[in-house]
Nanobody, 122 residues
């Protein structure tokens, strides 16, 4: 089971990024994929998740209306689209998997990608 997060970078406030989580080694469509982030000096927090039945769950109120999540089971990929990025969105973003349903608890996920850095700065 492997997860590979990518797509991070430096963007100005108000800009957009798309993060991808590419998976291999398991039956992708049966799993929920969660995105978490961790800013320097802060705890890891759940951002957004998509379940194995395509349900979507937001865990961070500040991203509602700005971030969306989608999955392509044929390509074993989940994409986190981030619009109107703000400096407070700066963090390392991680994707993780658990069986079928989403959870806002990071310890509920059994496999994590390596993280991708998102920096929002002018």
């Amino acid at each position: 089971v492997q997860l590979q997060a990518s797509g991070g970078g430096l963007v100005q406030p108000g800009g957009s990024l798309k993060l991808s989580c590419d998976a291999s080694g398991f039956t992708f469509e049966r799993y929920a994929i969660g995105w978490f982030r961790q800013a320097p000096g802060k705890e890891r927090e759940g951002v957004l998740c998509i379940s194995g039945n395509f349900g979507r769950t937001y865990y961070e109120d500040s991203v509602k209306g700005r971030f969306t999540i989608s999955r392509d089971d044929a390509k074993n990929t989940v994409v986190l689209t981030m619009n109107n990025l703000q400096p407070e969105d700066t963090a390392i973003y991680y994707c993780a998997i658990r069986v079928i349903f989403c959870s806002d608890r990071s310890d509920a996920y059994f496999r994590w990608g390596q993280g991708t850095q998102v920096t929002v700065s002018s």
